[in-house]
């Protein structure tokens, strides 16, 4: 059954109360200030079934001008507007305000009911009648239709429920399909049952048990109970008016205008980028940081207003701002807000929220503009694409999220084909992110490997203390993508540039020669590390790089070069082929070395699996014969 979200609009003393309760038989004014007063202070609920079966939820606002607020808590979410206006009155100011606020809010579907037609004669009606025409054009409102009613003798009543069946039947459905999202625009406690929060469903479907968050205060709660139009339902739907009752959440602890919504489905922030309109008929300009009340579903919050496009805004203007917030909001992108002055009290302007995440501007560049407007105006897959250039590591669902709309596997997948994004497992970077990181990464390792030349690379952990990637993770996918790239090389802990390969200069080739002539002369009689380098801290880096090359150090510090050490290993191989096995002494005298020194390049064969022991002998492994 659809379920259609129906709010009235209009001055106090309009009949807005009067005309719902005649039409569900519900009166919307609960509370006893109200009822004293005459006069609607909070957000009244009723319900009303349509002939074609369609039902309405009909959310009835107050009127007076201190309660916009509250007017702004159930407007926000509505399908079609009811704007009331007595025909006693015509339009007052109040009337023009919730117009101007229903236009911010993209309100789909809109019917002017004259009510009160019953106090006035015809041609004072038909005046009635050519003024709301003329306060109308130019605004969303130009053209809507006027239904003419009387609510004590229900007269019109038919004409009126024809209008409203008429032009809900197209009313663009709300997404099933995306997570659930509900203002909480009302809090109580129900004896035995605990705390109950109501709102409209935004999107996507509620089902009882569900695991939710309340946001901002990001509080653990379940689904206890559902109602729509006061009935349990184990599944509440996007569009329908919904009573939560949710364990896990103290009444004190929530407010109007959090949002009950799935874990990390929503974005907590006090930073938002904004396409903004500021009313015709303001006196007011805004200026960098110029306070503000701004509106959003349920919430309301005092916030700073920095244009972006302009210096200053004023009455008619368009354009593109920040807004930054005194407290956390939970929006996601594309919701609408209002925005109202703190003193005196008026609607100044609205709009929609580009990118509910943006990094704060220091300087406003035309670059920035046109990056900001690129957010609301392009193209999807460009939206998409300026996303992941400024949220890299970002994955299917925090990209569908950001968008606020479905998002299609194919266009990131063209994306990537076109190379202007990269898939590392299961997230996206931008390949203008992976460019600049490369970028870096060569400077590093070309300042490392002049500083240290004779080093294999820098180790990874010193490489990452760098970057401005902190995950150790996606830094590790990273460098396995720049070995593919052939721009760096990867050995255990080390990384070099791709081309590097460790040298000496002339001067500590010098030292190399000597040190291998001294171990030449010494034969297989080996000197210790110390004996070769005498302590001398160049000598030693060699010493270093020559072990990097081949030499060999054994227990003792003790070092065997390179060549000395790959004519050992013939020498035992060609002792085995002749004998078919290796014997120490044999060794000793090949080698023209002591027992000791014979025995330790043995027991090093031993380590690497060159030779095996057998008894007191040796052999050679298989694959080395």
């Keep these: 059954m659809d379920s259609i979200i129906v709010g009235t609009a209009g001055h106090i003393d309009h009949g807005k109360t ?11 004014d609960t509370l006893a200030e109200e009822k004293r007063r005459g006069i609607s202070i909070n957000l009244g609920f009723a319900n009303f079934k349509l002939p074609s079966g369609r039902v309405l939820g009909i959310v009835d606002v107050p009127g007076h001008e201190k309660f916009i607020k509250n007017m702004l808590a159930g407007a926000t979410g509505i399908d079609v507007a009811l704007i009331i206006i007595a025909a006693n009155e015509g339009i007052m100011p109040q009337t023009q305000e919730h117009i101007d606020i229903l236009g911010y809010l993209n309100i789909q579907k809109s019917l002017i009911v004259l009510t009160k037609i019953d106090l006035v004669d015809e041609e004072f009606k038909e005046l009635v009648i050519e003024d709301i025409e003329l306060a109308i054009a130019g605004t969303f409102l130009a053209g809507t239709k006027i239904v003419q009613v009387d609510s004590l003798s229900k007269r019109g009543f038919e004409h009126l429920i024809e209008a409203l069946d008429e032009l809900t039947k197209d009313v663009n459905k709300r997404s099933f399909t995306k997570n659930p999202r509900m203002n909480i625009d009302r809090i109580f406690s129900v004896k035995g049952h605990g ?6 469903l935004m999107e996507g479907v509620l089902r009882t048990e ?7 205060p990001g509080i653990a709660a379940k689904v206890r109970n559902l ?3 006061d009935c349990d339902v184990p599944a509440a739907c996007a569009g329908q008016r919904t009573a939560i009752n949710i364990s896990g959440v103290a009444v004190d602890e929530i407010q109007r205008g959090d949002t009950v919504a799935f874990r990390d489905s929503v974005y907590v922030t006090d930073r938002i980028d904004v396409r903004f309109s500021i009313v015709k008929n303001t006196r ?4 960098k940081y110029y306070q503000l009340k701004f509106y959003v579903g349920a919430a309301e919050e005092v916030a700073s207003f920095i244009p972006i496009t302009a210096k200053k805004v004023k009455a008619g203007d368009t354009g593109y701002a920040q807004i930054q917030l005194e407290h956390k909001l ?18 100044i302007g609205g709009g929609v929220i580009v ?3 943006p990094a704060a501007y220091r300087k406003i560049s035309e670059e920035l503009v046109q990056a900001v407007r690129r957010k609301d105006s392009a193209s999807a897959d460009e939206i998409v694409e300026q996303y992941i250039r400024q949220h890299p590591f970002t994955d299917f669902a925090g990209i569908a999220g950001f968008l606020n709309r479905e998002l299609e596997a194919a266009m990131l997948q063209e994306l990537i084909q076109e190379q202007r994004i990269y898939r590392f497992d299961k997230q996206y970077v931008h390949m203008d992110f992976i460019a600049g990181l490369q970028y870096e990464i060569e400077d590093w390792l070309q300042d490392y490997h002049q500083k240290y030349s004779l080093r294999r690379g820098m180790p990874k952990a010193e490489l990452l203390e760098k970057s401005t990637v902190t995950d150790k993770k996606q830094f590790e996918m990273l460098l396995a993508y720049f070995s593919t790239q052939q721009v760096v090389k990867t050995e255990q802990n080390l990384v070099c540039l791709y081309e590097f390969v460790p040298s000496l200069s002339p001067g ?3 030292f190399r020669d000597e040190m291998e002539a001294v171990m030449t002369k010494s034969g297989y009689t080996l000197l210790t590390a110390r004996e070769l380098t005498g302590g001398n801290k160049a000598k030693q880096q060699v010493l270093e790089f020559m072990l990097l090359d081949g030499a060999v150090v054994l227990p003792g510090q003790y070092i065997l070069s390179k060549k000395m050490y790959e004519q050992a290993r013939e020498i035992v191989k060609t002792l085995y082929r002749e004998q078919g096995i290796i014997k120490l002494p044999d060794v000793r005298d090949a080698l023209n070395a002591s027992r000791k020194y014979a025995l330790m390049i043995l027991e090093r064969f031993d380590q690497e699996k060159y030779t095996r022991r057998q008894g007191e002998d040796r052999v050679l492994y298989r694959n080395n014969k």
């Design 18 to 28: 009067a005309l719902v309760k005649a039409l569900t038989g519900h009166d919307t």
């Design 195 to 200: 705390t109950v929060v109501t709102g409209t």
């Design 210 to 216: 569900d695991e939710v968050m309340v946001y901002p």
């Design 227 to 229: 109602q729509v139009h």
């Design 284 to 287: 007011f300009e805004l200026g």
């Design 330 to 347: 939970a929006v996601l992108k594309g919701d609408c807000f209002v925005l109202r002055t703190i003193s005196p009290v008026t609607t």
């Design 355 to 357: 990118d509910p995440q």
């Design 508 to 510: 500590q080739q010098r």
